[in-house]
Protein backbone atom coordinates (compact mmCIF):
# COMPACT_ATOMS: atom_id res chain seq x y z
CA UNK A 1 0.00 0.00 0.00
CA UNK A 2 0.77 3.26 -0.91
CA UNK A 3 0.39 6.97 1.13
CA UNK A 4 1.02 10.14 -0.38
CA UNK A 5 3.14 13.18 0.99
CA UNK A 6 0.64 16.34 0.32
CA UNK A 7 2.78 19.52 -0.25
CA UNK A 8 1.41 20.29 3.43
CA UNK A 9 3.48 17.39 4.44
CA UNK A 10 -0.06 15.53 4.83
CA UNK A 11 -0.42 12.00 4.90
CA UNK A 12 -3.80 9.88 4.11
CA UNK A 13 -3.58 6.41 5.69
CA UNK A 14 -4.83 3.84 3.62
CA UNK A 15 -8.22 2.66 4.69
CA UNK A 16 -7.45 -0.83 4.97
CA UNK A 17 -4.44 0.07 7.99
CA UNK A 18 -6.58 2.28 9.96
CA UNK A 19 -9.79 0.12 10.30
CA UNK A 20 -7.46 -2.38 12.54
CA UNK A 21 -6.91 0.47 15.08
CA UNK A 22 -11.09 1.51 15.32
CA UNK A 23 -11.04 4.84 17.36
CA UNK A 24 -7.53 6.06 17.15
CA UNK A 25 -7.18 9.92 16.27
CA UNK A 26 -3.98 10.07 17.13
CA UNK A 27 -0.52 8.20 16.47
CA UNK A 28 2.96 8.65 17.92
CA UNK A 29 5.33 9.21 15.39
CA UNK A 30 9.04 8.74 15.39
CA UNK A 31 11.76 7.63 12.94
CA UNK A 32 13.86 4.02 13.85
CA UNK A 33 17.08 3.62 11.02
CA UNK A 34 15.19 5.99 8.33
CA UNK A 35 11.85 4.57 8.83
CA UNK A 36 8.66 6.59 10.54
CA UNK A 37 6.82 4.47 13.12
CA UNK A 38 3.38 5.38 13.60
CA UNK A 39 1.63 4.03 16.87
CA UNK A 40 -1.77 5.07 17.90
CA UNK A 41 -2.09 6.71 21.17
CA UNK A 42 -5.44 7.63 22.94
CA UNK A 43 -5.58 11.07 24.25
CA UNK A 44 -7.41 11.60 27.81
CA UNK A 45 -9.60 14.75 28.09
CA UNK A 46 -8.81 16.89 30.50
CA UNK A 47 -12.07 16.15 32.24
CA UNK A 48 -10.29 12.35 32.89
CA UNK A 49 -7.56 14.23 34.35
CA UNK A 50 -9.43 16.81 37.23
CA UNK A 51 -11.81 13.51 37.83
CA UNK A 52 -8.84 11.69 38.63
CA UNK A 53 -7.28 14.67 40.67
CA UNK A 54 -10.68 15.18 42.78
CA UNK A 55 -10.76 11.56 43.26
CA UNK A 56 -7.32 11.67 44.96
CA UNK A 57 -8.90 14.50 46.83
CA UNK A 58 -6.62 17.18 45.19
CA UNK A 59 -8.55 20.30 45.52
CA UNK A 60 -7.94 23.68 43.08
CA UNK A 61 -6.59 25.50 45.94
CA UNK A 62 -3.76 22.35 46.35
CA UNK A 63 -2.79 22.64 42.49
CA UNK A 64 -2.36 26.49 42.55
CA UNK A 65 0.04 26.35 45.88
CA UNK A 66 2.30 23.47 44.12
CA UNK A 67 2.63 26.00 41.10
CA UNK A 68 3.41 28.53 43.37
CA UNK A 69 5.68 26.49 45.13
CA UNK A 70 7.45 25.17 41.91
CA UNK A 71 7.62 28.50 40.38
CA UNK A 72 9.27 30.11 43.80
CA UNK A 73 12.60 31.92 43.49
CA UNK A 74 15.17 28.74 44.34
CA UNK A 75 17.68 28.93 47.20
CA UNK A 76 15.70 28.12 50.55
CA UNK A 77 12.24 28.69 50.13
CA UNK A 78 10.09 26.53 51.71
CA UNK A 79 7.48 24.01 50.53
CA UNK A 80 3.42 24.74 50.53
CA UNK A 81 2.40 24.16 53.96
Known amino acids: ?6 SK ?3 TLPKAVV ?11 REVDGEIILKPVR ?8 RKIESLGITEK ?4 AVRWARRPKG ?3 SPA
Open 62 to 65: DVAD
Open 9 to 11: NQI
Open 76 to 78: GAK
Open 1 to 6: MLAKLT
Open 19 to 29: SKFPGAEYFAV
Open 43 to 50: MHSLDAVW
